[in-house]
């Protein structure tokens, strides 16, 4: 099984940036992707980026601009960076790993946009 650990969330006030971390530890050979979900109170959980083992990134329309995903290999990582942040954007950050057809979730990192 793969266990996955987020860090970096917390507050921050409305153009400000955060850099999240996800750390991938256990049966990690394989992993075909890699991304980030959030939730909102009240709202569904959405997929906000996604990175693949051949590089390729994926957006959702909303962050497109402001947030870039990226990996490190050597490391397990794979990163979340959030730039130009809207408080719309705050919500429970849940990293996530697809192995063949087994998706792994990590615990989430709360991520707070707020004057």
């Known amino acids: 099984q793969v266990q996955l650990v987020e860090s970096g969330g917390g507050l921050v006030q409305p153009g400000g940036s955060l850099k999240l971390s996800c750390v991938a530890s256990g049966s990690i050979i394989s992993i075909n992707a890699m991304g980030w979900y959030r939730q909102a109170p009240g709202k569904q959980r959405e997929l906000v980026a996604r990175?693949?083992?051949?590089?390729?990134?994926n957006y959702t329309d909303s962050v497109k601009g402001r947030f870039t995903i990226s990996r490190d290999n050597a490391k397990n990582t794979v990163y979340l960076q959030m730039n130009s942040l809207k408080p719309e954007d705050t919500a429970v950050y849940y990293c996530?790993?697809?192995?063949?057809?087994?998706?792994?979730w990590g615990q989430g990192t709360q991520v707070t946009v707020s004057s």
């Open positions: 996530y790993s697809r192995r063949s057809l087994i998706v792994t």
């Open positions: 990175i693949t083992s051949d590089g390729t990134t």
